[in-house]
Protein backbone atom coordinates (compact mmCIF):
# COMPACT_ATOMS: atom_id res chain seq x y z
CA UNK A 1 0.00 0.00 0.00
CA UNK A 2 1.37 3.41 -0.93
CA UNK A 3 1.38 6.23 1.36
CA UNK A 4 -0.89 7.78 -0.84
CA UNK A 5 -3.95 5.64 0.02
CA UNK A 6 -2.29 5.33 3.26
CA UNK A 7 -3.39 9.17 3.86
CA UNK A 8 -6.43 8.97 2.09
CA UNK A 9 -7.56 6.27 4.43
CA UNK A 10 -6.39 8.48 7.58
CA UNK A 11 -8.58 11.55 6.27
CA UNK A 12 -11.30 9.63 5.76
CA UNK A 13 -11.14 7.99 9.36
CA UNK A 14 -10.83 11.16 10.46
CA UNK A 15 -14.08 11.91 8.59
CA UNK A 16 -16.33 9.26 10.29
CA UNK A 17 -14.70 10.04 13.87
CA UNK A 18 -16.22 13.91 13.64
CA UNK A 19 -19.36 11.82 11.93
CA UNK A 20 -19.48 10.21 14.98
CA UNK A 21 -19.05 13.00 17.32
CA UNK A 22 -21.86 14.98 15.62
CA UNK A 23 -24.07 11.83 16.31
CA UNK A 24 -22.67 11.08 19.78
CA UNK A 25 -24.08 14.98 20.89
CA UNK A 26 -27.59 14.20 20.12
CA UNK A 27 -27.67 11.11 22.08
CA UNK A 28 -27.37 10.51 25.70
CA UNK A 29 -23.52 8.71 26.21
CA UNK A 30 -21.39 7.98 29.25
CA UNK A 31 -18.93 10.20 28.33
CA UNK A 32 -16.44 8.09 30.29
CA UNK A 33 -16.55 4.74 28.20
CA UNK A 34 -13.66 4.50 26.74
CA UNK A 35 -14.33 4.17 22.67
CA UNK A 36 -16.61 7.72 23.40
CA UNK A 37 -13.86 9.35 25.41
CA UNK A 38 -11.08 8.90 22.19
CA UNK A 39 -13.32 10.12 19.63
CA UNK A 40 -13.86 13.13 21.98
CA UNK A 41 -10.20 13.53 22.73
CA UNK A 42 -9.16 12.84 18.87
CA UNK A 43 -11.97 15.18 17.54
CA UNK A 44 -11.70 18.22 20.15
CA UNK A 45 -8.37 19.97 18.42
CA UNK A 46 -9.73 20.53 15.36
CA UNK A 47 -12.86 21.40 16.23
CA UNK A 48 -11.77 23.75 18.98
CA UNK A 49 -10.24 25.80 16.03
CA UNK A 50 -13.37 26.64 14.13
CA UNK A 51 -15.21 27.01 17.55
CA UNK A 52 -13.29 30.25 17.90
CA UNK A 53 -14.09 31.63 14.93
CA UNK A 54 -17.96 30.35 14.68
CA UNK A 55 -19.92 30.48 17.94
CA UNK A 56 -22.99 28.16 18.69
CA UNK A 57 -26.33 29.66 17.47
CA UNK A 58 -28.48 28.80 20.16
CA UNK A 59 -27.71 25.29 20.80
CA UNK A 60 -26.45 24.24 17.44
CA UNK A 61 -23.02 24.20 16.66
CA UNK A 62 -21.81 24.84 13.30
CA UNK A 63 -18.22 24.42 13.08
CA UNK A 64 -18.31 20.48 12.55
CA UNK A 65 -20.07 21.65 9.52
CA UNK A 66 -17.14 23.99 8.27
CA UNK A 67 -14.08 21.50 10.18
CA UNK A 68 -15.98 19.29 7.44
CA UNK A 69 -15.05 22.07 4.98
CA UNK A 70 -11.69 22.58 5.97
CA UNK A 71 -10.83 19.20 6.46
CA UNK A 72 -11.68 18.32 2.85
CA UNK A 73 -9.69 21.23 2.11
CA UNK A 74 -6.50 20.45 3.77
CA UNK A 75 -6.95 16.46 2.29
CA UNK A 76 -7.18 17.85 -1.44
CA UNK A 77 -3.47 19.82 -0.83
CA UNK A 78 -1.87 17.11 0.79
CA UNK A 79 -3.08 14.17 -1.54
CA UNK A 80 -1.52 17.00 -4.45
CA UNK A 81 1.54 17.50 -2.88
CA UNK A 82 2.05 13.68 -2.47
CA UNK A 83 0.78 12.98 -6.36
CA UNK A 84 3.24 15.93 -6.98
CA UNK A 85 5.85 14.55 -5.44
CA UNK A 86 5.27 11.15 -7.20
CA UNK A 87 4.59 9.19 -3.91
Keep these: MDIYRIVNIL ?4 YWLIFARII ?3 VRHNPY ?3 IKFIYEV ?3 WLRIFRRFVPPV ?3 DFS ?6 ALEILRQLVLALLR ?3 L
Design 11 to 14: FQVY
Design 24 to 26: LSF
Design 33 to 35: QPL
Design 58 to 60: GMI
Design 43 to 45: TEP
Design 64 to 69: PIIAFF
Design 84 to 86: GAG
